[in-house]
């Protein structure tokens, strides 16, 4: 049983479309995370929620959306996809806040072409 | 802001050998240090952690020690395999309930047989 899936697994799209990703975690946690991993390994987060609420909004461009419709699922959608954007997008979650234990799904492979 | 200074990468050891990927801080307040570990093709995982000076982190033959004095959090095993192939992350995150784990660069291990 997968803790945190991420949908798609590996996603290939032209430059200006829109384009969501999907994560669910079945851990029963309440804080969920958005994280960018560039072409060097680099990672910096991109948004966190804790039961549903916006507590992290890290300066992304607001082509990038993310929506927590509950406390198990964070999704990420975002317009107008340009060269830049392609990158593998990691979904986590933890269970208390603050504690720095997060649990990663295996990534999400966004390349624009 | 934070951040994470790890050693340039890529390493590349023979089984047995003794590794050390070296990793200091900069924090204003007293952070809690992480190694995390990234397989091929994976997301993350925690590998270890220490949350005040002193304190040692140990998982899986791997250890690392928090040094106040000298803001570091070295990585050493003693004896590497095959199978500790992969990219290991440094990574701190402020105690008072901050959401954001603050990731360094990565570092690329590879161990032959």
């Known amino acids: 049983d997968t803790a945190v899936s991420q949908t798609p697994k590996y996603l290939v799209t032209q430059m200006g479309n829109d384009k969501s990703i999907k994560c669910e975690q079945n851990l029963g946690h309440d804080t969920m995370y958005w994280y960018k991993q560039d072409s060097k390994k680099f990672l910096k987060i991109m948004f966190s929620?804790?039961?549903?609420?916006?507590?992290i909004n890290e300066t992304v461009p607001n082509r990038f959306s993310p929506k927590s419709p509950d406390k198990a699922h964070l999704n990420l959608h975002i317009n107008s996809l340009e060269l830049g954007d392609s990158a593998v997008y990691f979904c986590a979650s933890s269970r208390l806040v603050g504690s720095g234990e997060l649990f990663f799904g295996e990534g999400s492979r966004l390349t624009v072409l | 802001g934070d951040s994470v200074t790890q050693m340039e990468g890529p390493v590349t050891l023979s089984e047995e050998a003794f590794l050390t990927i070296n990793c200091t801080y900069t924090?204003?307040?007293?952070?809690?240090l992480f190694w995390y570990v990234q397989y091929p093709g994976e997301g993350l995982q925690l590998l270890l952690k220490?949350?005040?000076?002193?304190d040692k982190g140990s998982n899986k033959g791997f250890e690392a020690t928090y040094r106040k004095e000298t803001t570091s959090f070295h990585l050493e095993k003693g004896s590497v395999q095959v199978s500790d192939s992969a990219v290991y992350f440094c990574?701190?995150?402020?105690?008072?309930?901050?959401?954001?784990?603050?990731f360094g660069k990565g570092t690329k291990l590879t161990v032959n047989p």
């Open positions: 220490a949350t005040k000076a002193d």
């Open positions: 990574a701190l995150s402020e105690k008072g309930g901050s959401e954001k784990l603050v």
């Open positions: 924090a204003t307040g007293y952070p809690s």
């Open positions: 929620y804790n039961n549903k609420e916006l507590i």
